[in-house]
């Protein structure tokens, strides 16, 4: 669903919002930068979440804060 409707969010950056339970736009849209990156950092160290970046490199505060950004523009639907 996060996919669907978040501009420009990729499959792996759903997979670690969820994991963080971050489940759907509205959350993410209200979550905070000094909330959501630590979380999101701890989650992307452990091997659950090496599993989900599979060896790429964890989301840095500045992709985080675009993705709670873009949660404010809802996608177009098709």
């Keep these: 669903t996060l996919v669907c409707t978040v501009p420009g969010l990729r499959g792996h950056d759903a997979q670690l919002l969820v994991a963080c339970e ?3 736009r509205q ?8 909330d959501l990156a630590p979380r999101i ?5 452990s091997s659950a979440g090496q599993r989900v970046l599979r060896d790429g490199a964890p989301p840095d505060r500045a992709e985080i804060a675009r993705w709670i950004q873009a949660a404010t523009t809802p996608a177009v639907a098709a």
């Design 22 to 24: 971050i489940t759907d």
């Design 27 to 34: 959350q993410l849209e209200r979550a905070t930068l000094e």
């Design 41 to 45: 950092e701890a989650y992307a160290r």
